[in-house]
């Protein structure tokens, strides 16, 4: 799953004023390499124990910390949502630096060190007396609070079993929702205040900065440091926690910074996926908690109803995040399969809203109350990133990920909610049901991608132990690390050991036998390889063989009066980057990861539809479309066609034409959505809507695509055109060029030709989708035959 890295020798590493053994973990020197027996009595005593000192502290600073931060009392609609998304720019740009303090730093020195700034910054708040002011000490206050929630995922990781992590995860953050309980009761009675120098939102402000301040202090008393170094425990008790938590195989905490491990994070699919559901998830978060008091007074209530109709919000999210911790817990294999069942509230409660006449407005109100379930699919993304992830460089990589993805969300949330969509906000509500519709999907095939990988370990590496349990290695690296799916409590042999008892172990019927030549040639691994390659070409090369309907429309429209020579040239940069950056796409391809190819190329063709939706001007058309998405489709398109090549031989040519297919089905598909939906909600909504498709499709890529062999580091990236000394290759070379010239023609010009000569744009535009059609049987069946008869065969009885 994620990259290999050996140990360095010769590095010396120090955990607080203790030195320790060169390649040696603190706790593994303390412990002597002995596994100590723990009985069930005295594990329960010791969990009684830690929860009685760890989790009143995380509810309260986190209840503290949450409470009265969106309540400013501003009318502006533009103002207002600036001064609310302001905070979540200063969380994202504090979550890494504040994380890698935490990481560095005894957590409880640092946590103590939040609070009292985030209390100094919140009660400058009533000092403002600007605009400007205003936005400045948000920033800050969301920059300062940006580590405390990361600190705690790291803390419930290193303390608590993966059997017990979800629930506390669940309980500490549940008091997010417990203060949307309790603020709007105080903000009632605090908006009451008459006379004085300061207005009421003040004096909010003032209370919580009051009693912020008092609990920082406390906590340089009250926080507990990492298990080694806890106060209140016995050096006997120590040695106990420690092994509690060994059957995780997550390591303990270090503070030494390894930059393999963060590397090992940037590439590892399961954290892109946790933080595209907390993004999609916590789009609720932002329309709820930011915009909920302002979509009931265009409902028709006054400010102060409005404001205790949030109570059930609060309240909601309280049972739903409880709710959802218990069901990860006792519910086998549930926990991605609990954010899946969240999601079907929001998107009802959505729908409720979007469909229901004004005059219905309790069912209206339900309907809102129902988005609140958003916090049961995203307190699991929190548990996810404690339980299923190892090395402590890399957790603490996870944890800052997990909540820029937080503040993302609670940043595209509140745009959504547009002042032109008042009073009804319908493109908003339909808008976060899309969110959740991606967060269904993303949630599904990253279950299938562990559940997967814990049966290829089982496959290869046979039942995990737990000797490297407490050392600092990532789940890359320790190969008897289980990816945690469920919550069972299995004790094994006196040492309690929490890693996924209930998995189904794999069976050779999985996977076919690896033929005499060294290629699987088939099985379950390799097929999944052929879907990942054909989701990403269905967005590069789907992409192309729209190019005609593209250039068509672009001709009639945004670039209307503009000789077709000269917009040709934006298509034509599109089809030259896809096809003359995979030279150095290759290099890279065989020295590294493929996920950091895959990966930018996801995002970057996303990025192009978004870009091309706001274009105007040629300029603007042919660096969002022709260079950034061409550029982005060869990250996608090369990568995908040479993986296949790792998995298959005898049958190469039939898997790459059924990858091939792809892009048949995307100039299928994308045609007809410019056909039909831009007539109706514009061609920069219709552009936006391929752009949500790549997006899923990027996602499965990035899922599903893997390497067999392992990188070559002695091959270098930089381009090699040796290969072109053999005049075999160069003549084929030349050849696919002149195939690839004809090809692009029709492609490109099929529609502007056809309107041309007189024919109806409905009728243009279906021509290119005609043509994609017979290029799906004519990708498949040509590389089944080639596989029995020979390529080149094939391609001399092709028309």
């Keep these: 799953m994620s990259l290999e890295h050996p140990e360095k020798a010769g590095s010396a590493a120090t955990v607080g004023d203790k030195p320790h053994a060169e390649g040696q973990d603190y706790p593994r020197s303390q412990l002597s390499g002995e596994v100590l027996e723990l009985d069930e009595a005295t594990n329960k005593r010791l969990l009684r124990k830690i929860d009685w000192r760890l989790m009143p502290v995380a509810i309260l600073s986190q209840a503290a910390i949450f409470g009265l931060r969106d309540d400013l009392g501003l009318t502006d609609g533009l103002k207002y949502s600036w001064v609310s998304l302001i905070f979540y720019f200063g969380y994202i740009v504090g979550t890494y630096p504040i994380s890698f303090l935490a990481q560095r730093y005894p957590s409880r020195i640092v946590c103590t060190a939040i609070c009292i700034c985030w209390s100094v910054v919140i009660l400058c708040t009533p000092a403002c007396t600007s605009y400007a002011g205003l936005l400045v000490n948000r920033f800050f206050l969301g920059l300062i609070e940006a580590g405390v929630s990361p ?7 290193l303390w608590y079993t993966h059997s017990e992590q979800v629930m506390r995860s669940s ?14 009761l105080i903000n009632y009675g605090l908006g009451h205040i008459t006379g004085g120098s300061m207005q009421p939102w003040q004096y909010m402000y003032l209370i919580a900065g009051i009693a912020t301040l008092i609990w920082g202090i406390a906590l340089w008393w009250l926080f507990p440091d990492s298990p080694q170094n806890a106060r209140g425990f016995t050096e006997d008790e120590r040695r106990l926690l420690l092994e509690r938590v060994r059957g995780n195989n997550a390591g303990s905490e270090n503070k030494e910074f390894k930059s393999y491990q963060f590397k090992e994070a940037m590439v590892d699919y399961q954290l892109w996926g946790i ?3 907390s993004i999609v998830s916590c789009t609720g978060s932002g329309a709820v908690t930011t915009f909920g008091s302002i979509v009931f007074n265009d409902m028709g209530f006054d400010t102060f109803t409005s404001l205790l109709l949030n109570l059930p919000i609060g309240a909601m999210a309280f049972i739903c995040v409880l709710g959802s911790g218990y069901l990860g817990r ?6 991605l399969y609990v954010v ?13 809203i979007w469909q229901l006449p004004d005059s219905k407005r309790a069912g209206r109100i339900v309907g809102f109350y129902l988005i609140s379930f958003f916090s049961s699919a995203w307190v699991q993304c929190i548990g996810l990133g404690t339980s299923n992830v190892a090395g402590h460089t890399k957790k603490s990589v996870y944890a ?3 909540f820029i993805g937080y503040s993302l969300g609670n940043i595209v949330g509140p745009l959504m909610f547009n002042a032109k969509y008042a009073p009804r906000y319908d493109k908003s509500f339909i808008g976060i049901m899309i969110c959740f519709a991606v967060c269904v999907f993303v949630s599904l095939g990253l279950r299938l991608m562990l559940a997967r990988e814990n049966k290829t370990r089982d496959r290869l590496y046979g039942a995990p132990e737990i000797s490297h349990g407490l050392e600092d290695m990532t789940d890359g690296e320790n190969k008897s690390f289980r990816y945690n799916l469920n919550n069972p409590p299995s004790p094994e042999g006196g040492t309690f050991v929490d890693a996924n008892a209930n998995q189904t172990v794999f069976t050779e019927a999985d996977f076919s036998d690896v033929e005499d030549n060294g290629y699987p040639e088939g099985g379950k691994e390799a097929w999944l390889v052929v879907f990942g390659a054909w989701c990403a070409m269905v967005s590069s090369m789907g992409l192309l063989n729209t190019l005609a309907v593209l250039q068509a429309w672009v001709l009639e429209d945004q670039l209307a009066g503009m000789p077709e020579s000269t917009v040709g040239w934006i298509f034509g940069a599109y089809g030259f980057f896809l096809y003359f950056c995979g030279a150095q796409v290759g290099p890279i391809f065989d020295a590294h990861d493929i996920k950091l190819i895959i990966i930018p190329g996801s995002i970057g063709m996303v990025a192009s539809m978004i870009f091309l939706s706001f274009s105007k001007e040629f300029y603007q058309v042919f660096l969002s479309f022709g260079v950034v998405g061409g550029i982005s489709a060869s990250l996608l398109f090369n990568p995908s066609m040479s993986a296949i090549g ?15 297919t792809a892009g048949g089905t995307g100039g299928i598909i994308f045609p007809l959505i410019i056909l039909y939906l831009a007539p109706r909600i514009g061609f920069p909504w219709a552009i936006r809507v391929i752009a949500l498709m790549f997006t899923i499709s990027g996602v499965l890529a990035c899922l599903f695509l893997r390497k067999r062999l392992p990188p070559n580091k002695k091959a270098g990236s930089s381009i090699d055109l040796k290969a072109l000394s053999d005049y075999k290759y160069a003549t084929t070379t030349l050849a696919i060029f002149f195939i690839e010239f004809a090809v692009f023609i029709p492609y490109t010009y099929i529609s502007s030709y056809a309107l041309y000569h007189g024919f109806k744009p409905t009728q243009a535009y279906l021509l290119n989708t005609l043509l994609s059609v017979g290029g799906i049987p004519g990708r498949a069946l040509p590389g089944y035959v080639a596989d029995r008869f020979g390529i080149f065969n094939t391609k001399e009885i092709k028309p």
């Design 171 to 184: 309980l500490w953050y549940s008091f997010s929702g417990g203060s949307l309980l309790v603020s709007p």
């Design 400 to 402: 800052a990920g997990t």
């Design 275 to 277: 933080m595209v559901i």
């Design 340 to 352: 899946v069942g969240a999601c079907a509230p929001v998107i009802l409660g959505c729908a409720l």
């Design 330 to 335: 006792t519910v086998p294999n549930s926990r």
């Design 646 to 660: 790792h998995w298959f031989s005898k049958r190469r040519a039939f898997a790459t034409g059924i990858a091939c």
């Design 151 to 157: 600190i705690f995922m790291l803390v419930v990781g």
